[in-house]
Structure formats: C-alpha cells, structure tokens
T-cell receptor, first 115, second 117 residues
Framework: KAGVTQTPRYLIKTRGQQVTLSCSPI?????VSWYQQTPGQGLQFLFE???????NKGNFPGRFSGRQFSNSRSEMNVSTLELGDSALYLC??????????????FGPGTRLTVL | AQTVTQSQPEMSVQEAETVTLSCTYD???????LFWYKQPPSRQMILVIR??????QNATENRFSVNFQKAAKSFSLKISDSQLGDAAMYFC??????????????FGKGTLLTVNP
C-alpha cells in the first residue's frame, strides 16, 4: 500500500505571497491531520479533517486554512506569508477504528522557505 | 492541556549496545495513547511503537520496547542492539482517546540519538 504523499516537497516563496500544499492519504484513510515543525516551536498541530469537515484546529491564525476533498485528499493554504511561516509541514493520515482515529502515519513533509 | 516532556535533548550509544530514551507526560485523563516516532535526516516521521494506556503490558516491536509507568506518567523507549540506522530524532507523543483532542498528537521536543560505530 502506498504511503502518505505530499507535494511539493520543497517550496520557496516571498513574504506576502500565498501557498497551497497538498496531501494524499493512504488508501482507505479518511482522517488527515496537518502539523507544522519548526526548530523553535517543535511540532504543532494545525488542523484535522474527516469526511471533508474540519473537526479541530490548533492555535494558528486565520491565514492558515485547509480543506479536504471527497477522495480524502487534503490541501492546506497559507495566505500573506510571513518569515515565521518557514517550516516543515507534515501531513498525517489515519484510519478510523470504531469512530476513533487510529495511529497516524506521516508523509515526507513539505519544506517551505519564506524569503 | 496535556504536555509531553523529553528531558534528554541528545543521547549517544555505541553500536550493538542498549539505550533508553525518557519521556514523561502530564494528563488528567485515564485513557489515552502514547507513541514513539522516529525522524531520520530524511525528515520522514516513522512510527516506532504505540502503547494504549489501558494495557498494562509494555509494547514491544523487535528491538524496541517501552517501559510504561502509568502512575508515574512515564513512557521510556529502550532500543536494544543499536544499529547505525537507528540514528535519528526520536519524538514521544500523546493522544487522547475521546473528544476533540482525539484528533491531534501532542509531541515532546525530541531526543537526538547518535549511534557510534
């Protein structure tokens, strides 16, 4: 079974621009979560989607948004980029077991650099 | 809110020896999951081992085992017969079983493990 895939793997943007990152979950996984990883803050939860609905969101400004499509693929968007948005963005997918999300499996990440 | 603490920023071990990475967590919940993830230089986050809080038996996956002490809120990872490929950043993570918090992992800051040949 193919793992979680994320595109693009690397991205360079300038301040003020916007960016869209994509995540394709493992086949059969309907829950997709996004995390931001930085040297200073570590790994922080952004949001989680299930059946095209955002069920929970972390403590990030409204510039960070996402969506999920009917095939469970997910995108996250960051508008008006700031230097502090430079990070590794990780996507994780999970199967639902009795209504509870099971172990999350991660993609390789997208490295975003904001200049 | 739950917190996860990894008190060892860096550890080193000789190839073929055993090393233990520490993790403590704080929660008021009685049912939850604990995980160890490994992140090698490729940055791919890889699941190492998982423990359900309701299970008293410590989880084991080949050379990897945990020492889960629920009362002490401690969850350490033991790597036996260390191999060069074990070199990576190791993250301890917590996840609730129910409610909105079920949807997210709370990570520690990580422990960088070096394996010396």
């Amino acid at each position: 079974k193919a793992g979680v895939t994320q595109t693009p793997r690397y991205l360079i943007k300038t301040r003020g621009q916007q960016v869209t990152l994509s995540c394709s979950p493992i086949s059969g996984h309907r829950s997709v979560s996004w995390y931001q990883q930085t040297p200073g803050q570590g790994l922080q939860f952004l949001f989680e989607y299930f059946s095209e609905t955002q069920r929970n969101k972390g403590n990030f400004p409204g510039r960070f948004s996402g969506r999920q499509f009917s095939n469970s693929r997910s995108e996250m968007n960051v508008s008006t980029l700031e230097l502090g948005d430079s990070a590794l963005y990780l996507c994780a997918s999970s199967f639902l077991l009795a209504g509870v999300i099971d172990t999350q499996y991660f993609g390789p990440g997208t490295r975003l650099t904001v200049l | 809110a739950q917190t996860v603490t990894q008190s060892q920023p860096e550890m080193s071990v000789q190839e073929a020896e055993t090393v233990t990475l520490s993790c403590t967590y704080d929660t008021s919940e009685s049912d939850y999951y604990l995980f160890w993830y490994k992140q090698p230089p490729s940055r791919q986050m890889i699941l190492v081992i998982r423990q359900e809080a309701y299970k008293q038996q410590n989880a084991t996956e080949n050379r990897f085992s945990v020492n889960f002490q629920k009362a002490a809120k401690s969850f350490s990872l033991k790597i036996s017969d260390s191999q060069l490929g074990d070199a990576a950043m190791y993250f301890c993570a917590y996840r609730s079983v129910r409610g909105g918090s079920n949807y997210k992992l709370t990570f520690g800051k990580g422990t960088l493990l070096t394996v010396n040949p």
